[in-house]
């Protein structure tokens, strides 16, 4: 059982972000917010969602992303943190797990996620 000051501080962390619905095997944009020195940029990152883990103010999801020369990237992201200033769902994919973690294996067009149809 939670304290109700720190469920209202949750609440009200939640309220103010607008977090679009999204789950594994879409594909999506983040704007990273980036703190070199004094300057701050913003800097995107682009993959796929290959987990969601956690719920409320705790909840995270994993992204990954093919750098260069075919080298896999993955990052862990907090959902309600600061340093993220954009999210958008670029496509939907269309799988049957919640956690797409046989990706790490695959390379080239056999890692390639269909397009959900509407």
Request: aromatic fraction near 8%; charged fraction near 35%.
């Amino acid at each position: 059982m939670k304290n109700r000051y720190i469920a209202s501080f949750e609440a009200a962390q939640i309220a103010s972000k607008e977090i679009p619905a999204f789950r594994a095997g879409d594909t999506v944009r983040l704007g990273v917010e980036i703190k070199e020195g004094e300057k701050k940029r913003v800097q995107t990152f682009e993959g796929v969602i290959i987990g969601r883990s956690g719920n409320g103010v705790d909840a995270t999801f994993t992204i990954r992303k093919l750098g260069a020369n075919s080298i896999g990237v993955e990052r862990i992201f907090p959902l309600y943190c600061e340093s993220l200033k954009s999210f958008d769902v670029i496509r939907r994919g269309r799988v049957r797990r919640a956690k797409l973690n046989y990706l790490r294996e695959l390379k080239g067009k056999a890692a390639k996620i269909r397009e959900l149809k509407k």
